[in-house]
C-alpha cells in the first residue's frame, strides 16, 4: 500500500450488500473459486489507496479476521450506498485524508488503475464516478465506483437527511467527472448477484 493518507485516497469497500438472490448472508463473504469475494476486492483495491475500511451495518465481528475498521451507516434506516460513502468520509476526515475512492465488494474484477483513472477524470469538486463501455459503444455509469472528497461530506450529510438517495443526482449536482473504462471481452465492473453469476464469475477466473 502506499504511506500518505493526506495526499493518498482511502478506499472504503462497500459491504452491505445481503445475497437476497442468494438465500441471504454477506454477499462480500460468498466463495468465488474457493476465495472470498471480499479477499479478492481487498487485493485489488488494497495497493491503489493508503488505507481500506468496510462499510457494513450489523456485528462487525463477521469481518474481524480482516483487521480492517469497519464502518457503520451514521444515517438510520440504511438509506443505500450513499450512506456508506459518507462513513468513509467521515472516518478519513478523522484521518485527515483529503478523499476516498469506493468500490463494491460483489464486483471482483475492477480495473486496478481504478484509483489513477478516477483522480485523473475528477470534475471540478474533485468527484468522479466510473463507467464502462459496452460491445455496443453504449456508456454505463458505476456509480458504486467513484471518487469523493472530504470536503463535500457535510452536503452529503445534508443531502441525506432531506431525503436523497439515488447517487448521479448528487454527484450530477456537483460537475462529477467521468472515467470510462473499456470492456476486454467482459465488463470489467461485471458483479454477482446470483447463483449464474458465481458460475460466471468462476469461469471467468478459469480464462484469465
Not at 95 to 102: C, D, K, Q, Y
Not at 163 to 191: M, S, Y
Amino acid at each position: 500500500m502506499t504511506s500518505d493518507p493526506t495526499t493518498d485516497p482511502l478506499g472504503v469497500i462497500l459491504a452491505g450488500g445481503r445475497a437476497s438472490r442468494m438465500g441471504g448472508g454477506d454477499k462480500a463473504l460468498l466463495p468465488l473459486a474457493g476465495v472470498p469475494m471480499l479477499d479478492r476486492v481487498i487485493e485489488r483495491l488494497g495497493p491503489q489507496c493508503a488505507a481500506l475500511a468496510l462499510s457494513a451495518n450489523g456485528d462487525p465481528a463477521r469481518f474481524a479476521g480482516y483487521g480492517l475498521p469497519v464502518l457503520a451507516d451514521s444515517m438510520p434506516d440504511h438509506p443505500g450506498p450513499l450512506a456508506g460513502v459518507l462513513a468513509g468520509l467521515d472516518w478519513a476526515a478523522e484521518r485527515g485524508a483529503a478523499s476516498i475512492v469506493t468500490a463494491a465488494a460483489d464486483t471482483p474484477f475492477f480495473p486496478t488503475d481504478l484509483v489513477a483513472r478516477l483522480q485523473a477524470a475528477a470534475g471540478p469538486g474533485g468527484l468522479a464516478l466510473a463507467a464502462s463501455r459496452d460491445a455496443d459503444g453504449r456508456i454505463r455509469r458505476q456509480p458504486t465506483f467513484g471518487i469523493w472528497p472530504v470536503a463535500l461530506r457535510d452536503d452529503l450529510r445534508a443531502a441525506l437527511r432531506q431525503g436523497l438517495r439515488k447517487i448521479v443526482i448528487w454527484t450530477d449536482g456537483h460537475q462529477a467527472g467521468q472515467a470510462v473504462f473499456e470492456a476486454e471481452g467482459f465488463d470489467p465492473f461485471f458483479n454477482v448477484n446470483t447463483p449464474a453469476d458465481i458460475e460466471a464469475a468462476e469461469a471467468l477466473l478459469k480464462n484469465r
